[in-house]
């Protein structure tokens, strides 16, 4: 079973509320003489003030939105608008309660609470109101998508079963960044800390860099992006942790063996190939000094039985081959063997607090048809995708048929 670790840092507010602050002292403001309430933008007959632009753009340069704050504030105030506009013709609004949730939800990424979170922003010169609005666009639109493509978005028993099966004639494939630091007594309170900052990313950008700072896995020479694989090839916990994120959104820390995980969903698409679940995957672990012995080992080996002549002579318990269930094998381990095709060898892990490495191949995994229980996690996969789809489309035809003028 997978193990969460939800890390609190005394500094993090301290520190987040410096980041804030320190962003707001390098972000330039509109022009006075343009006029902070006079019009920037008009989208058919509603205004964006330059006051809303200005608040937008220090929001979004604060949650870590990669790009230039003002045109990405621009492009989302338009969007805002024509939502709004598409909502009020079929008379969606959003509850006081629901955006009172929704903010709470949003400060508690920053573990703050919500009272601290809008005292965070106003320090940076961002107005409750504007969080308000962003948050209220976001869970209408949402209701509004929901409400006019949910029916059509759900896969039919059909295509939940061409997506599971592996058959050949249909799949789910993620896209993921991950970032894993070893973690022993005297670093706990630094891994600590960079998780804690780490799991409230939302930029693929800002991911990356993270991940090529602080990760441990071969991955950081790519920034942490792992290719494309299918879904099943996940730990089937990891599997229901990645499918509930946004494109954008991180995990919860995750605990391993001597490490701490974050991963980030980059993407996920249905694919032509079949996705297969398995009912056991076959590894080989082989226990060596040192990363210059493991890389000796993986030049020599090109199956799992080339193992036993490698390790002939030595202490047996350097050489384990195992086939298990995917839910039994050791999270560690399992994220390991996502990565590889039969044959192919990591060497991404270590034992003994590093001491020892451990060279680990995978053997071959055996197909067997996805049970009902992960059913419902692949047809929520395959409707978000086709909402977010469908939402993209829905808006751009909305922009195509407005009046839109910057000033």
Request: proline share 4%; charged share 20%.
């Amino acid at each position: 079973m997978q193990e969460h670790m939800t890390f609190r840092s005394s500094a993090s507010k301290a520190l987040i509320s410096a980041i804030f602050a320190a962003a707001a002292a390098i972000l330039p403001t509109v022009s006075t003489a343009q006029g902070l309430f006079s019009a920037a933008i008009t989208v058919n007959d509603s205004v964006i003030t330059n006051f809303e632009l200005e608040q937008r753009a220090q929001f979004v340069r604060l949650i870590g939105t990669p790009g230039d704050p003002f045109e990405l504030a621009r492009a989302a105030l338009v969007e805002d608008r024509l939502k709004a506009s598409a909502m009020d013709d079929v008379g969606i609004s959003v509850s006081d309660e629901d955006i009172q949730l929704g903010m709470e939800e949003l400060a508690a990424r920053t573990n703050l609470s919500l009272e601290e979170f809008i005292a965070a922003l106003a320090e940076a010169g961002v107005a409750e109101q504007t969080l308000r609005d962003y948050t209220s666009a976001g869970l209408g639109w949402r209701e509004f998508i929901g409400a006019k493509y949910l029916s059509q978005a759900r896969p039919s028993e059909e295509e939940i079963d061409r997506a599971m099966s592996g058959s050949g004639s249909g799949g789910v494939e993620v896209a993921i960044s991950e970032l894993i630091m070893p973690i022993n007594q005297q670093n706990a309170a630094q891994v600590e800390e960079i998780a804690n900052q780490v799991v409230n990313l939302r930029s693929f950008d800002a991911f990356s860099s993270a991940a090529t700072q602080y990760s441990a896995s071969p991955s950081r020479d790519q920034g942490g992006r792992v290719p494309w694989m299918a879904l099943t090839r996940l730990p089937p916990a990891l599997q229901e942790v990645v499918l509930a994120l946004a494109p954008g959104e991180v995990t919860q820390p995750i605990a391993l063996n001597g490490a701490v995980a974050l991963f980030q969903m980059r993407g996920i698409r249905e694919s032509a190939i079949g996705s297969p679940t398995y009912s056991a995957i076959e590894y080989v672990t082989y226990l060596v000094p040192d990363r210059d012995a493991a890389a000796k080992v993986a030049a020599r080996a090109d199956t799992c039985d080339d193992f036993y002549g490698l390790a002939q002579g030595q202490d047996p318990a350097v050489l384990e081959q195992v086939s298990l269930p995917p839910s039994q094998i050791p999270q560690h381990i399992a994220i390991e063997l996502a990565k590889l095709d039969p044959g192919e060898i990591s060497t991404a892990l270590t034992r003994n607090e590093g001491q020892t490495q451990v060279v680990l191949m995978l053997c071959g995994r055996t197909a067997e048809l996805a049970q009902d229980d992960s059913r419902e996690a692949v047809a929520n996969a395959l409707t978000q995708q086709r909402l977010a789809a469908l939402s993209s489309s829905h808006i751009e035809q909305l922009r195509a048929e407005a009046i839109i003028i910057f000033k």
